[in-house]
């Protein structure tokens, strides 16, 4: 069973300095609860949740807060028990330094749980037990916070061949699936082979950067002493980005899984280790995900891994490390793909796996971009086998459908790119424009085409009432049809016959009817109001209200 | 055999019709700003410039030069091409409403492409036959078409590039054919060895 | 409206402005084609004329009026085309007469290996061997470069390239110095430019070396005779 | 504007046959070589345009869509061969320094671009001013680049003109040992200086439009603050 | 003479006859261009461009009878899409058609309107709802940002707000080349 | 403050182009050793033109003057020129073909890294269409003395006396006039002052080019596939035809060590901006410019074809680059399935 395991490689990828010594040296440790939490209702991939508490109500520890909305999204709970003390805008752990709401929660220091209980999952659908891992708000903890509850699913055939357990942990400074393994291998090990169960897998393979023999130690003796012998623990070479879902499925199997596609055709699926012990918690204990273990690294005295609560603010997470005088920024995640920080007082939410202290000294200020010399050095770096120099010199000058014929959506914002390029290109900034101008553009085009049926809709109405005005003058006049058929021959095209004029009309009416029914919103704008209009005109003021909140934040931090 | 070959390589390389002989550069500035449509105009400049290479040679040998009426034959060979081009887009546009994609666009512009007239006139004067008319037509055509999708490959990159503002677009369109032209010069002495 | 009307509708517009279309076209290229023949008629003569009459500054200017009494015109022949005079179609070829004593042979001939393409001269060969003068009727050597060989392109206006050749031949000149300096020869050439100077003394030693093996056959043909000859060795 | 001085200005600037529609490229560039020659042709090419552009405004009304162009070909065609064999006939000196270029007219694409975009269009007047305008505009421009090609291909300016006139001669503008810039000459040259002139319209037209532009901004002040920076 | 009159006869009968013909037999109908164009307009349907609507502009491009720089709601952005469909020189924003802004809503104030209907009825979108005499508002998610509904209002109520930011809709920025610094040091 | 990555490799454009610099100094030893001192003027010359022409230019553009200027790329640019270029040409011709590089082929295209034409083969092409006679003449090997080179260079040219053909423009002139009389051994083998090989002195110049060029190699400034395919192809196709008629066709070995080829091969056709990107892409470009500079040093007007081969594979680099775009991760093989 233990036979050597074959690996593969991939293309590309970059050895920075690892940095991750420092924060290993101390035991996992809880970091105390603070006097407020603040938990943003979207922690994840998909629609916000909705809140389900208001200002002054009760909360319990694990009681669900936000509900999902729909199902690609995940509820969020809260971290402790305590008051609710506000559902409001506060600021985002997020790089554009905007709010959004959240709940605003002031422990009562009791720190008491709602009840819990074990999900029988053997004994629930596979639909039900997906739908209790939303509701205990379950998502990845690799990085990208997509709802577990999804990926937990095999896919056309049912079954698949290999799940692949991500304990890679390539960023550099980044601990925390490192000590989690060393320290949780056991529990761990369950969660996998719940895992494995719900997905029909043929083996799991856990794999392991080989600059963590400590973590494949531990959970090499968990998994020998558990009868599960399908859990594989497989050292891969220590090569960032080794722990993209992609290269450490190409490395483990071979597979190569193409953007755009699901893993799970391909017969494999990766989690993080971190979700792994997750999905643990809310299956065997019913415990929902209100915390996570974040590495404190970087620019600090003593740098360790400490389970926080979500909502924890991030200074006083840090404050716990002792961090140097010349501190100059928070960055969520690693140096190679972290995000900086509006400021060191938003919350630890659950995509925080490293809260990463930077100052001028440890990050400085790379020196003025020079143009690229199309050296293709990043096109080595690339552990997706782009071209970064292409898709970089299109979306510099805006042209973005040709970025995107390079692939610039295969791109995964590794930054390896951006770290080989002797020019100093913030490439990675140049994607990740390119990309959210895509994005905004198909939003744009939505709106446009909207606006589009709604103009030729209106140009419709006029027309048949044009047409109604002058068959009532018709109508009134004794001439009748002939001067009908002259002020409609001037309302419309020549030649109609008053037959077809009719019957044109008829169609222009029921078209519009339909229309009518279609958009729900009924722009008649004559006449009463029905209720339907009073209930729009309430949501428009419910919306009104908030785009002025949202307008002042913006306006304040614009300048 | 070698000789129609000659023909061919020396129409496409060291006499291209735009580098060297300067004409049909109109299309060349013109549609040159992106490959694909580059690509239908070289395709529809193939054809219509071998059918009007072939046409004008009949229409010489048949009718003109039997008659002694050499002085209708710029006349007769750009009525007889307007004829070809807007025929051959009638027919496309209905038979085939693909190639009518690809091609339709360009055909009438192909009217005022200078080569389609200059050369049957230049099959004349270099007194080739029927087969040779038809391959110097087609090879120069074929030059046509690869100075075209060459520079629209240069274009299109060129149109991220930091050009200084006032030479954006044309302006920079023709200091780049300039130095194309300049390397297909070093073609030059190519042709005296056929 | 029903698809067999349409149809048939269809058809006859079809057959009517097919016909429509043709006679318009036929009135319009009736008129003016007229019009261009009508020009074409009435310009012949006088196109003619002028083309004559360049012909014969051409012959002016290798061969003074005064060398000869003879109507050069008339006493023409056609020689069929020749390659070591790098000639593909039939040209004239004019014998002057002074006193009804051959003097001159005026002659067409050209170099095919200008740099860029054919150069064609005409040029007037003396009874006694010599070479009268030359001039290149029509070339397409780089402006500014080779075309010096053109006397109204030279810069020197004093002493054109091309008169070097004036009254020169196989007797103060060698066959084999009937070269430029580059190559061993005795003309000059411009710096740079040498195709061009070589291709023309080239054509000029060949030509001349054939008028002067055949002058007298020449000189002997009746006028408007043709005179075929391919078997000459360079 | 009036309609006359908008289609002046059309031809010579704004709608410039070179600069701006890119057409008539051919004969622009093969002859420009100098100065003489480029005039040359220019006047060549006006008297066609207005021809044809004159007769085909005339007789627009009797010609139907389908064969338009064959038959605009065919008009422009004769016409040119016409005035070839007219100059040849009568103004022979004339002819030898302007006809080589005459039947390179007929495949000058600006011709039937005017005369499909505009002469089809509009009267008669009109029509034969556009045809003179639009030369003009083509004159000035290949005038330029044949006069500076000519300067720096061989430092002489109206070399060739004892040609048409034979009692002048062309100027010697830079010293006698000039080497001559043997590129400007050629076809790379060609495209060089048009690449320049076209740069130079791009920054008189960007330099009107930005006046334009902050009148407008200074005319009505900005409503609100950007959403975006 | 005579001899030319013939050929070209013959040729003028023949072409002729085939390009009357072709030109029935094959006609087809309607321009797909207008249709691509005006999928690039916005659909603002503000009138700046000088057409009444994105739909008669587009027509007026396809026909070549407008530059394709008179939206300036489509921007700088619009005008490459345009030049690259129809293969035309990408020019800056015609001053005379107006410039770029930040997209914007109407707003309408309440305590303000009278309920005129005027602003209904000037909306190209039907983005208004309301009645007369009653108070009226803007369906934001269907506002173009046009500004036509603002002239008609006789009291002034409705302003043009731009619409702010989210956290999903943000958008990374263009990344700042920063290059003065090192000059300047080194000055 | 910028984004992530947060620390980068240290690598700059400078450093890459000085280390160019330093591998063109062996070739350039060689060739002041048998060509006399003039080309260190050259370089001289050309590099403060190329200097001033790219400050003038930032300067125009409103870029940071110093801080492009820094990057190198106008000196390589240079240097490349003053070795391509005849070491006594006049001083003018140089400081032309350099603004012409700088000015033209570089800055209207939005300066470094965005030229689609190689700017120190441009430079070279327009002054060999330009002045054909100029750019042929070069200095007599071993014919090292100063003082004339210095005067061709600034004053009077009383050339006769120190010039000679360099073996490309002997071989071609002789092939080409002469009546057919004139073979490969009878111009190389006859004449003293050509070696065997390149012609005396000149396979010593490629020598010293061929060991910067390794080292190039080394630090991984430039990869194997253009070097390796240029020479290759050259070798093939001119060992092909020499084999075929020795008398007319000219051996690989001739070809590889005269004129720019080593030259090209390490140094001008390996220039990343203008050149092709991709692997596939870079051996097509190679050895297109191989195929090229045969066929016209050996049919051609002009006498080394590199120049020209070169601007050629530049017009066609990006239709090539387009056309082989190495396959993307995961869309490589069918179904992504291992291999
Ligand atoms: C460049 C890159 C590096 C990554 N590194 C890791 C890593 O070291 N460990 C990890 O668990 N996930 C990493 N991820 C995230 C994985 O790609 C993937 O999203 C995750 O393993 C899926 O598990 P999850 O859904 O449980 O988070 C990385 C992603 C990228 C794009
Ligand atoms: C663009 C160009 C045009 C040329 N035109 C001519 C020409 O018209 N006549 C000519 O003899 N050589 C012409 N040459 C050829 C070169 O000048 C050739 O090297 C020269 O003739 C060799 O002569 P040389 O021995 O005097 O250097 C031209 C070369 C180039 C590059
Ligand atoms: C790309 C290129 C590189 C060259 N490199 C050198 C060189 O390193 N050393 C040298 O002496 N000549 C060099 N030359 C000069 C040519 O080999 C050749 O000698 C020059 O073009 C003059 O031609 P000719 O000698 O055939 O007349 C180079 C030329 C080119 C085009
Ligand atoms: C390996 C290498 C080769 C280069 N070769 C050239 C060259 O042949 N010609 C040149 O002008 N610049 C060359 N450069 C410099 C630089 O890339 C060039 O100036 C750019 O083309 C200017 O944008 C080279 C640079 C490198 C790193
Ligand atoms: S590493 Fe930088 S300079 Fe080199 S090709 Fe990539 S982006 Fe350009
Ligand atoms: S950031 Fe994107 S382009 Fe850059 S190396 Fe990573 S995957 Fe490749
Ligand atoms: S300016 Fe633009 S958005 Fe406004 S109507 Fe015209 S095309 Fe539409
Ligand atoms: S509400 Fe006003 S601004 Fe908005 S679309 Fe309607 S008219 Fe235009
Ligand atoms: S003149 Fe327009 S294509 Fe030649």
Redesign the pocket.
């Known amino acids: 069973m233990n036979a050597l395991q074959r690996l593969f490689r991939f293309n590309g990828g970059v050895k920075p300095d690892y940095h991750k010594e420092p924060s290993t040296h101390l035991p996992i440790a809880v970091a105390p609860t603070p006097t407020l939490l603040v938990i943003p209702l979207h922690q994840s991939i998909g629609g916000p949740p909705r809140p389900l508490v208001k200002a002054g109500d009760g909360v319990l520890k694990g009681q669900r807060i936000g509900d999902a909305d729909g199902n690609v999204s995940s509820a969020v709970h809260a971290s402790t028990s305590g008051t609710v003390v506000a559902v409001e805008m506060r600021l985002m752990p997020h790089t554009s330094g905007l709010s959004a709401m959240c709940v605003v929660i002031e422990p009562d220091g009791r720190d008491e749980w709602v009840e819990r209980n074990p999900f029988d999952f053997r004994a629930a659908t596979p639909t039900a037990t997906r739908d209790y891992l939303r509701d205990a708000g379950v998502v990845g903890l690799g990085g990208a916070v997509f709802p577990s509850h999804l990926k937990l699913n095999a896919g056309k055939q049912g079954k698949l061949d290999t799940l692949v357990l991500n304990g890679a942990e390539c960023e550099p400074f980044i601990t925390c699936d490192d000590v989690l393994m060393r320290e949780r291998a056991d529990r761990l090990l369950k969660g996998a082979a719940i895992m494995r169960e719900m997905l029909a897998a043929s083996r799991v393979l856990i794999g392991i950067e080989d600059n963590k023999p400590e973590a494949i130690a531990a959970l090499e003796a968990a998994s020998a002493g558990n009868i599960d012998t399908t859990i594989q623990v497989v050292a891969v070479p220590t090569r960032y980005p080794a722990g993209g879902a992609k290269q450490l499925i190409r490395v483990l199997t071979g597979i190569e899984v193409p953007h755009g596609e699901r893993s799970t055709d391909y017969g494999v699926q990766c989690f993080n280790v971190g979700t792994a012990f997750a999905i643990y918690e809310a299956i065997a204990l019913g415990q929902p995900l209100i915390s996570r273990i974040v590495t404190v690294a970087g620019n600090v005295g003593q740098a360790r891994n400490y389970e926080v609560l979500f909502g924890t603010s991030m200074r006083d997470l840090v404050a716990l490390c002792a961090p140097l005088p010349d501190t100059d920024r928070v960055i969520m995640g690693g140096p190679m793909m972290g995000f900086r920080m509006p400021s060191d007082d938003v919350p630890v939410v659950k995509a925080t796996n490293c809260v990463l202290v930077g100052s001028q000294k440890l990050f400085p200020q790379p020196p003025p971009e020079m143009p690229c010399i199309r050296c293709g050095e990043c096109a080595k770096a690339c552990p997706a086998d782009l071209q970064p120099f292409e898709m970089y010199w299109f979306s510099r000058a805006r042209i973005f459908g040709k970025a995107q014929e390079y692939h610039l959506f295969d791109c995964i914002e590794c930054g390896c790119c951006a770290y080989v390029c002797p020019s100093r290109i913030p490439l990675v900034d140049y994607y990740r424009f390119a990309k959210s101008e895509i994005w905004a553009r198909e939003v744009e085009k939505d709106a446009a085409d909207l606006a589009r049926d709604r103009y030729e809709f209106r140009l419709l109405r006029e027309e048949r009432e044009k047409q109604e005005k002058a068959a009532k003058l018709a109508a009134k006049t004794a001439a009748g049809r002939e001067k009908a058929a002259a002020a409609l021959a001037e309302a419309e095209k020549p030649a109609r016959t008053p037959d077809e004029e009719a019957k044109h009309a008829l169609i222009a009416a029921a078209l519009e009817r339909a229309k009518a029914q279609k958009e729900q919103v009924h722009p008649e704008n004559t006449g009463n109001l029905t209720a339907e209009q009073r209930a729009e005109i309430v949501a428009i003021e419910a919306r009104r209200a908030e785009i002025r909140e949202q307008a002042k934040p913006h306006l304040r931090q614009d300048d | 055999m070698t000789s129609y070959l000659f023909i061919i390589l020396g129409a496409v390389l060291v006499n291209n019709v735009v580098f060297v002989r300067i004409l049909g550069l109109c299309p060349f500035m013109g549609v040159s700003k992106k490959l694909e449509t580059a690509l239908g105009m070289g395709a529809a400049t193939t054809f219509v410039l071998t059918m009007a290479c072939g046409a004008s040679y009949i229409i010489d040998a048949w009718l003109l030069i039997p008659n002694q009426l050499e002085y209708l034959r710029t006349l007769s060979f750009i009525v007889t091409i307007a004829a070809i081009v807007q025929l051959t887009e009638l027919v496309i546009q209905k038979t085939s409403p693909v190639l009518h994609q690809v091609l339709g666009i360009y055909l009438p512009l192909i009217t005022t492409n200078c080569a389609v007239l200059g050369i049957p006139l230049l099959n004349v004067s270099l007194r080739h036959n029927f087969l040779e008319s038809l391959l110097f037509g087609f090879g120069s055509a074929m030059g046509f078409t690869l100075a075209l999708i060459l520079f629209a490959g240069i274009r299109e990159r060129l149109e991220a590039a930091d050009v200084p503002v006032y030479f954006r677009g044309t302006a920079i369109g023709m200091i780049t054919a300039g130095l194309m032209s300049l390397a297909f010069?070093g073609f030059?002495g190519l042709d005296k060895f056929k | 409206m029903s698809e067999p009307i349409e149809i048939a509708r269809r058809e006859s517009s079809v057959l009517r402005i097919s016909v429509r279309t043709a006679a318009i076209m036929l009135a319009f290229t009736v008129v003016f084609t007229a019009m261009m023949a009508g020009t074409y008629k009435a310009t012949e003569p006088l196109v003619a004329a002028s083309a004559l009459a360049e012909k014969l500054r051409l012959i002016g200017e290798v061969l003074p009026p005064s060398y000869y009494d003879n109507d050069l015109m008339a006493d023409a022949i056609t020689l069929a085309p020749h390659k070591l005079l790098g000639l593909d179609d039939d040209t004239r070829l004019w014998r002057a007469r002074k006193n009804g004593e051959a003097v001159a042979l005026v002659l067409e001939a050209a170099a095919r290996d200008g740099?860029?393409g054919r150069i064609s001269l005409i040029l007037a060969v003396g009874t006694d061997g010599r070479l009268l003068a030359l001039r290149v009727t029509s070339h397409k050597?780089?402006p500014g470069?080779?075309?010096y060989i053109d006397p109204k392109k030279d810069r020197n206006k004093s002493r054109p390239w091309i008169t070097q050749f004036n009254s020169l031949g196989f007797d103060t000149v060698p066959r084999d110095k009937w070269r430029v300096k580059?190559d061993g020869g005795k003309f000059d050439?411009m710096?740079?430019?040498?195709?061009?100077?070589r291709a023309v003394t080239n054509a000029s030693g060949r030509a001349l070396a054939w008028a002067t093996e055949n002058r007298d056959k020449l000189f002997g043909l009746a006028a408007n005779g043709r005179f075929e000859d391919q078997g000459v060795k360079p | 504007m009036s309609a006359y001085k908008e289609i002046t200005w059309n031809g010579i600037w704004k709608q410039n046959s070179i600069l701006a529609q890119l057409l008539g490229l051919c004969p622009l560039l093969a002859v420009s070589t100098n100065l003489v020659n480029a005039v040359s042709l220019g006047l060549a090419t006006i008297l066609v345009m207005m021809l044809s552009n004159f007769a085909i405004s005339a007789l627009r009304a009797l010609i139907p869509y389908e064969i338009r162009i064959p038959v605009f070909i065919l008009i422009i065609a004769a016409l040119v061969t016409v005035v070839d064999l007219a100059f040849d006939a009568f103004l022979h000196d004339l002819y030898l320094v302007l006809g080589i270029f005459i039947p390179l007219i007929v495949t000058n694409c600006i011709v039937l671009a005017r005369v499909e975009a505009f002469a089809a269009k509009n009267g008669l007047r009109a029509s034969t001013l556009d045809g003179l305008m639009m030369g003009v505009g083509f004159v000035w421009v290949i005038a330029l680049l044949g006069a500076v090609r000519e300067f720096v291909g061989q430092g002489t300016i109206f070399s060739g003109i004892e040609m048409i006139f034979p009692s002048l001669s062309g100027i010697q503008v830079l010293p006698a040992d000039y080497p001559g810039f043997?590129v400007a000459i050629?076809p790379p040259g060609a495209f060089f200086v048009l690449g320049l002139l076209i740069a130079g319209r791009n920054w008189l037209d960007a330099r009107a439009n930005q006046r334009l532009r902050e009148k407008r901004l200074h005319d009505q002040p900005p409503t609100a603050t950007p959403a975006t920076a | 003479m005579l001899e030319a009159l013939l050929v070209m006869a013959l040729g003028a009968v023949v072409l002729g006859a085939a390009l009357g013909y072709a030109a029935v037999r094959f006609r087809v109908e309607g321009d797909p261009l207008v249709e691509k164009i005006d999928a690039i307009l916005p659909q603002t349907q503000c009138g700046q461009c000088g057409f009444p609507g994105c739909k008669p502009y587009a027509q007026a491009i396809a026909k070549g009878e407008a530059e394709i720089n008179q939206c300036p709601p489509g921007g700088e952005e619009g005008i490459h899409k345009l030049a690259d469909l129809l293969g035309r020189e990408v020019k800056p924003l015609s001053a005379e058609h107006g410039i770029e802004k930040p997209k914007s809503i109407a707003l309408i104030d309440e305590q303000t309107c009278i309920g005129c209907t005027l602003c209904i009825q000037a909306c190209p979108v039907d983005a208004i709802v309301g009645a007369a005499k009653q108070m009226h508002t803007v369906i934001a998610k269907q506002c173009t940002g046009c500004e036509l509904c603002l002239p008609p209002c006789p009291v002034d109520c409705i302003s043009m707000e731009p619409i702010p930011e989210s956290v999903e809709s943000w958008k990374w920025r263009y990344p700042v080349v920063r290059i003065v610094p090192a000059d300047k040091a080194a000055a | 403050m910028n984004n992530s990555p947060y620390f980068l490799k240290p690598a700059s454009v400078q450093s890459v182009m000085m280390r160019v610099l330093l591998a063109l100094i062996p070739g350039i030893a060689v060739y002041v050793w048998f060509f006399g001192a003039a080309v260190l003027v050259q370089i001289a010359l050309a590099s403060v033109t190329a200097l001033l022409a790219e400050a003038a230019m930032l300067k125009l553009r409103g870029k940071p003057v110093m801080l492009f200027l820094g990057d190198g790329s106008a000196l390589v640019t240079a240097w490349l020129i003053a070795l391509t270029f005849p070491p006594i040409a006049p001083w003018w011709l140089t400081v032309i073909g350099v603004l012409a590089a700088i000015v033209i082929a570089k800055h209207l295209y939005g300066g470094l890294g965005q030229n689609p034409f190689n700017p120190a083969m441009v430079a070279f092409a327009l002054m060999?269409?330009a002045y054909?006679?100029l750019m042929?003449q070069w200095p007599a090997v071993g014919f090292t003395d100063f003082m004339p080179q210095w005067n061709a260079i600034f004053g009077t040219r009383q050339l006769d006396a120190i010039t000679m053909a360099t073996p490309l423009d002997a071989l071609r002139?002789a092939l080409h006039t002469a009546d057919a009389r004139a073979t490969v051994a009878g111009v190389l083998g006859n004449d003293a002052t050509f070696g065997n090989i390149g012609g005396k002195g000149w396979e010593w110049v490629a020598a010293g080019y061929f060991i910067g060029g390794i080292y190039l190699l080394q630090q991984r400034i430039i990869t194997w596939h253009m070097p390796a395919a240029f020479l290759a192809t050259l070798f093939v196709i001119s060992g092909g035809f020499a084999l075929y008629d020795p008398t007319r066709f000219v051996g690989p070995s001739f070809h590889l060590f005269t004129g720019g080829a080593m030259l090209g091969a390490f140094f001008i056709i390996t220039d990343p901006v203008s050149g092709c990107t991709t692997p596939r892409g870079k051996l097509i470009f190679a050895a297109g410019i191989g195929l090229l500079t045969w066929i016209i040093r050996t049919f051609g007007?002009?006498p080394d074809g590199i120049a020209f081969a070169v601007l050629l594979l530049n017009i066609a680099a990006p239709l090539i680059d387009m056309n082989t775009q190495p396959p993307v991760f995961g869309h490589k093989r069918k179904g992504g399935r291992p291999s």
């Open positions: 010069m030059a | 740099y860029s050597e780089t470069l080779g075309d580059k050439q710096a740079g430019a040498t195709i061009s100077a | 043997l050629l | 060999i269409v054909p006679s042929s002139t007007a002009y």
